[in-house]
T-cell receptor, first 115, second 115 residues
Framework: AQKVTQAQTEISVVEKEDVTLDCVYE???????LFWYKQPPSGELVFLIR??????QNEISGRYSWNFQKSTSSFNFTITASQVVDSAVYFC????????????FGTGTKLQVIP | DTGVSQDPRHKITKRGQNVTFRCDPI?????LYWYRQTLGQGPEFLTY????????KSRLLSDRFSAERPKGSFSTLEIQRTEQGDSAMYLC?????????????FGQGTRLTVV
């Protein structure tokens, strides 16, 4: 069985602060894929990143960065110099096949960036 | 707008009534997914299609739920004899196989309220 835990239910930061969203996962599969999605108030899920289990390199995309550590089964997401537009619910997700039919989402972390 | 579109955005219905939602995927995408998201939770997979074939259904999809994708284009999700527990956001997503299928694009969802 797959499980994704996002222990932080809500986080509030002041604009320009850095913030890290935690994600811990459980799976018995040796090959799996991890995702992060952003869900703004409008409702649609916006894809941020997909990472497979064989690629432990950290990734940076603008103000976003991801730290994947297989040893601790974690895939944390950091936003540097947060902005009000970053306010949203962020979901971490796991899929053994890489396909979206078997993806397990976490419960999400609501991020509020205060101006 | 060439994204995934869902209609209606909001639906309020009385318990026991039937409802139908529509999803128009990105035109070149051959895979279409339906998810259900309840308040404070991440999306849960319901079913998916590859072209017009429904390839997998979650155990969450009771007999009152049926989904179709005629001609492999738009899809409909029907809920018969709605119950209060059906109140949720119903999300549709689409992706394309054969090009890596790295990401699925989500619609803004249909929020169902059963009163």
């Amino acid at each position: 069985a797959q499980k994704v835990t996002q222990a932080q239910t809500e986080i509030s930061v002041v604009e320009k602060e850095d913030v890290t969203l935690d994600c811990v996962y459980e799976t018995r599969d040796t090959t799996y894929y991890l995702f992060w999605y952003k869900q703004p108030p409008s409702g649609e899920l916006v894809f941020l990143i997909r990472r497979n289990s064989f690629d432990e390199q950290n990734e940076i995309s603008g103000r976003y960065s991801w730290n994947f550590q297989k040893s601790t089964s974690s895939f944390n997401f950091t936003i540097t110099a947060s902005q009000v537009v970053d306010s949203a619910v962020y979901f971490c997700a796991l899929s053994a096949s890489g396909g979206y039919q078997k993806v397990t989402f976490g419960t999400g972390t609501k991020l509020q960036v205060i101006p | 707008d060439t994204g995934v579109s869902q209609d209606p955005r909001h639906k309020i219905t009385k318990r026991g009534q039937n409802v139908t939602f529509r999803c128009d995927p990105i035109s070149e995408h051959n895979r279409l997914y339906w998810y259900r998201q309840t308040l404070g939770q991440g999306p849960e997979f319901l079913t998916y299609f590859q072209n017009e074939a429904q390839l997998e259904k979650s155990r969450l999809l009771s007999d009152r739920f049926s989904a179709e994708r005629p001609k492999g284009s738009f899809s409909t999700l029907e809920i018969q004899r709605t119950e209060q527990g059906d109140s949720a956001m119903y999300l549709c997503a689409s992706s394309q196989t054969g090009t890596g299928g790295r990401e699925a694009f989500f619609g803004q969802g249909t929020r169902l309220t059963v009163v």
